[in-house]
């Protein structure tokens, strides 16, 4: 196998070819920064490269990339050159448990829709301007979060929020319509912002669910009415 893979030499050329790179469970430590010369590339995959710990600075755009999996290493930071990656959609850092910051420049990725922190339990806040146009899911679960920017209102398509055993969360602020929100095992929770207005106006909507507050004990009064009023009161469709 690839097992014992530690570096990947310099690219000098586009490999117009390439669209999938898989270096996952490799001892890969790092990329050469030319990793920007491939671009035509589709999809880069590191998962679970536990000794990947610099992800290198993007150069130039590739205008390409769509996926790129870092799952499982040992990554602290991202550069802030990620928003050379400018047409990405999807960002798995699930289980970086080493990741500390993330550079305001990730909401330079206007086309991404999935970003997932999930394990990422040193990772305590996300950059405060948070305006991703596209995100439809973002995953905090088991992660260190301790908020969640106001700012997260603007992510209009934003349908799936993750929250589950952020054991150091302890509000969440007024979310889009008709984001699905799962919070259970957050011990800390005190204050769920949204109001009963804004958390039935997705009732007449399929799929719309607000829901997961099991195992949050510290829930203030106004939050536990407005939860359980989701539950007790009919929906206009009956």
Known sequence: ?????????EIWEPMEHLKFLS??????????SSICNLKYLESLELARCSRFSKFPEILKPMEHLVSLCLEG?????????????NRLQYLNLCFCKQLKDVPISIYSLTNLKRLK???CWRLEKLPSTLCFRSLEELELSWSGILEIPASIKQASRLSKLN?????????IPELPVLCNVE????????IVS?????????????NYRFKGFT?????????????????????PRD
């Not at 919070?183 to 005190?190: D, E, I, V």
């Not at 949204?194 to 399929?206: E, I, V």
Request: hydrophobic share 30%.
């Open 117 to 119: 922190f999930n394990g």
């Open 183 to 190: 919070a259970q095992g957050c011990t800390s929770l005190k």
């Open 23 to 32: 270096l996952s469970q490799t001892a890969v430590t790092e990329l050469p």
């Open 194 to 206: 949204s109001s009963r207005t804004a958390l039935t106006q997705g009732w007449d909507k399929p």
């Open 163 to 171: 929250l589950c055993w952020c054991d150091q969360l302890q509000s």
């Open 1 to 9: 196998g690839c097992s014992n893979v530690e570096n990947l030499p």
């Open 73 to 85: 290493t040992a990554v602290e930071m991202l550069p802030s050159s990620i928003g050379n990656l």
């Open 215 to 235: 195992s949050c004990p510290k829930l203030d009064n106004n939050a536990r009415s407005n939860i359980c009023l989701l539950y007790t009161s009919p929906s």
